[in-house]
């Protein structure tokens, strides 16, 4: 079936510092794949997507590359700021059952950044 | 624009209570619904998925249930809660498009 592995955290950086947040997926066909971000005590943001190979998601200066032949959808930001401090989570989805879309997410894994 | 709210956003539940989890979505017609739960220390997990009115799919065996009784209404339920039943839960929506979007929460505390 379809999974997702993330990146283990915590992951802890200093102010400015350049981010990447590994994430790899096994899928059968052709997933659609996102990032989500959960703010402390929030629920789940979309921040950013990609649905086809060589698709570059991009949003608040986080990028991700749809990479089909490693199967890898990365984040990654140059310049990562105390507020981005947050929880990132991977997911894919495959293709719709009956027009719903099923998300299979990652682990997750908790950026903190200090000033 | 698309809203969507989920209510109530806490509670502490004894154990085998009853649990009722309400969620609406505002701006569109016609959304599948979802279910999430963030237990503590793991992932997301799909509960359950709704594509119309009564129409409910489950996901994984558990104690819980969902119902929808109109068009944009969502309802988590438990006749009877167990310690395992503590988390996160999130409620979702898409339409034809293939993004999901999450309401706020609830965190459930079952002592």
């Known amino acids: 079936g379809n999974s997702v592995t993330q990146m283990e955290g915590p992951v802890t950086l200093s102010e400015e510092a350049f981010l990447t947040i590994n994430c790899t997926y096994t899928a059968t066909g052709y997933p659609s794949l996102f990032w989500y971000v959960q703010y402390p005590g929030e629920g789940l943001q979309l921040l950013l997507k990609?649905?086809?190979?060589?698709d570059k998601g991009s949003n608040k200066g986080f990028e991700a590359t749809y990479r089909k032949e490693t199967t890898s959808f990365h984040l990654e930001k140059g310049s990562v700021q105390v507020s981005d401090s947050a929880v990132y989570f991977c997911a894919l989805s495959g293709p719709p059952i009956q027009g719903a879309q099923k998300l299979v997410f990652g682990q997750g894994t908790r950026l903190t950044i200090n000033p | 624009s698309q809203t969507i709210h989920q209510w109530p956003a806490t509670l502490v539940q004894p154990v085998g209570s009853p649990l009722s989890l309400e969620c609406t979505v505002e701006g569109t017609s016609n959304p599948n619904l979802y279910w999430y739960r963030q237990a503590a220390g793991r992932g997301l997990q799909l509960l359950f998925y709704?594509?119309?009115?009564?129409?409910i799919s489950s996901e994984v065996p558990q104690n819980l249930s969902a119902s929808r009784p109109q068009d944009r209404q969502f309802i988590l339920s438990s006749k009877k809660l167990l310690l395992s039943d503590s988390g996160f839960y999130l409620c979702?929506?898409?339409?034809?498009?293939?993004?999901?979007?999450f309401g706020e929460g609830s965190w459930l505390t079952v002592v």
């Open positions: 990609a649905t086809k190979a060589d």
């Open positions: 709704s594509v119309g009115i009564g129409q």
């Open positions: 979702a929506w898409s339409v034809q498009g293939i993004t999901i979007y």
